[in-house]
């Protein structure tokens, strides 16, 4: 009981630790355009009709995604009304449950300090970092699809597997898995299926298969998957082809949706997004595949789990960054386990092996220390070097507060390379220099995403206060997904399709979208007030045209209000 107690308390903390390191500064950005806006319009959405079966963009029917997530987001709205925090709050909860997950199965399974490296290795890598702060499915699946592969790792595959509570894991392992499939479609179960049946051919136990197919946990998957796709095919006819033909089998054997890139397109996705870790991570990863190929089932299983969903990935017609991000967890893991094994001198693995090896190791985790050494500081000089260049984002006194932190922690890094006495504080100090590290990148991508992806928010206010009940609101030549959400209301988009083109011929009758030569009819002969959002660009090409009467409500950098009274 007393060690119950100190495993909770445990988690407790280190689930507080993590709260606060990713919820940092997490209102500091507007919704981006489109997934951000998309993700909380659609719940928004929900909770105005009450219709929770049928997702909506805008009004018009919206497939392409299960609704656990938005189901997720309108119970935020419904208890802490619309605004960047408490959109971003689920996102936030699912990364700090991956981190917990990472340390639980590394202290599990192989000793503390794998399991605290570990899961700070997956919170302060660039990839993993991002996407807690983003409203995007992907993170939430991929923390999913994880759990269910870490039920199925303590179960059949660890040399220590469970002996108690069996069954109530392998339930576990399906309801994850489904939930992940209710979350963003078939995905959520195919990774696991794929890499659990690879695990089971090259380790040789593909007798598992018995124990695997655990009719509880199977009718646990189906209760938790079935319901919602049989309510909404039964109110929306369309629904079953668009979703599983469409949405799943040729999104990935063609190029439908315009999202190829070539094969190779993950592996500096994966370079990148590791950083800081990346060198270890990579001398990691070599280490597993050796262990892989000699028979290690542990191995053999991170080795399917890595590659298998890598391969997977790059050999799909549509590829975009998020979608590697399952291999993030179980790449921490083996990163934890191979740098404390660096470390710890007195672990029986590190000490019974000859003068040599012990030498190999000790280099092997120099080099790769001095690599990331190497890129921290290039991160530093470019921020401090042209921080001048970004208004703002890296002047504030908290900003220099990080730049500050980061200079003494690589000094202490480097100290502790060649330190031979104490090197446990290697991943206390290199933790907290990426922390530090992402902690600062906060300060730029608040102005970036404003250059790249500006809000239209403020054009939304303007709007809301002169609003009345009966006006019309229009986009012009594009639909952008965080103007319904600032207005709170759906809008009008002129001669413009995109995301809504499913909707829009499932609902010939809506009145959402419009040909451009029906609007400006409808401009000039309707008694109704019109509002139409529209670029700076656009405005120019829209005021060069004849007989155009209108008023100017508001010129920013990006957008420009008019009204036809």
Not at 118 to 143: E, F, K, P
Not at 523 to 528: A, F, G, I, P
Request: aromatic fraction near 16%.
């Amino acid at each position: 009981m007393y060690n119950q107690y100190i495993k909770r308390r445990e988690l407790f903390f280190l689930g507080l630790i993590f709260l606060v390191f990713f919820s940092y500064e997490i209102g500091n950005r507007h919704f981006a355009d489109p997934d951000e806006g998309r993700y909380v319009e659609i719940p928004r959405e929900m909770v105005v009709s009450g219709d929770y079966v049928t997702p909506r963009l805008n009004g018009l029917k919206y497939f392409e995604k299960p609704a656990l997530f938005y189901w997720l987001q309108a119970a935020a709205i419904k208890i802490f009304e619309i605004n960047e925090i408490s959109m971003r709050m689920w996102t936030v909860f699912f990364a700090i449950l991956g981190c917990l997950f990472v340390f639980g199965i590394g202290t599990r399974f192989y000793s503390r300090d794998v399991g605290l490296i570990s899961s700070g290795i997956l919170a302060t890598n660039l990839i993993y970092y991002v996407h807690s702060r983003l409203i995007v499915l992907d993170l939430v699946a991929s923390i999913l699809v994880s759990g269910s592969l870490w039920c199925f790792f303590s179960l059949f595959v660890s040399k220590n597997a469970e002996k108690t509570s069996r069954k109530k894991i392998i339930i576990a392992m399906y309801a994850l898995s489904a939930l992940a499939c209710l979350t963003k479609g078939l995905i959520g179960a195919v990774l696991p299926g794929l890499i659990a049946f690879l695990w089971m051919i090259f380790s040789k136990n593909i007798r598992k298969i018995k124990e695997i197919f655990y009719i509880p946990g199977i009718l646990t998957f189906l209760v938790i998957f079935l319901p919602w796709h049989i309510v909404v095919a039964l109110r929306n006819h369309d629904f079953l082809h668009f979703y599983f033909v469409i949405e799943h089998f040729l999104r990935y054997t063609t190029r439908i949706h315009d999202r190829y890139q070539e094969w190779w397109f993950f592996i500096p996705v994966v370079l990148v997004g590791l950083f800081p870790w990346t060198d270890f991570c990579i001398s990691a990863l070599k280490d597993s595949i050796l262990k892989a190929v000699k028979g290690d089932s542990e191995n053999i299983f991170f080795s399917c789990w890595i590659l298998g969903i890598f391969t997977f990935f790059s050999l799909s017609n549509s590829k975009l960054i998020p979608y590697i991000l399952p291999i993030i967890p179980p790449i921490a893991l083996i990163t934890g386990i191979k740098i404390t094994e660096l470390l710890e001198k007195s672990s029986a693995s590190f000490e019974n092996q000859d003068t040599y090896t012990r030498s190999n190791y000790l280099d092997d985790y120099q080099k790769a220390a001095c690599h990331n050494i190497l890129w921290l500081s290039a991160v530093f000089c470019t921020c401090s070097i042209f921080k001048s260049k970004i208004p703002d984002a890296l002047r504030s006194e908290d900003a220099n507060i990080f730049l500050g932190l980061i200079i003494v922690a690589i000094a202490l890094f480097i100290f502790s390379i060649f330190n031979r006495r104490n090197r446990k504080i290697f991943g206390i100090i290199y933790i907290f220099t990426s922390a530090s590290m992402l902690l600062m990148f906060n300060k730029v991508a608040a102005f970036y995403q404003e250059v790249r992806r500006p809000t239209t928010k403020y054009s939304a206010q303007i709007i809301n206060r002169i609003r009345r009940k009966d006006d019309l609101v229009f986009c012009y030549k594009r639909y952008y997904q965080d103007f319904p959400v600032y207005l709170n209301s759906t809008v009008g988009v002129v001669d413009f399709v995109g995301e809504l083109e499913f909707g829009a011929k499932s609902e010939k009758d809506n009145d959402k979208l419009i040909g451009e030569e029906d609007f400006w009819k409808l401009w000039q002969s309707t008694q109704k007030r019109i509002f139409l959002l529209l670029s700076r660009e656009n405005y120019r090409h829209v005021s060069e045209r004849k007989d155009f009467s209108h008023v100017v409500l508001d010129i920013n950098k990006y957008f420009v209000v008019i009204t036809n009274k």
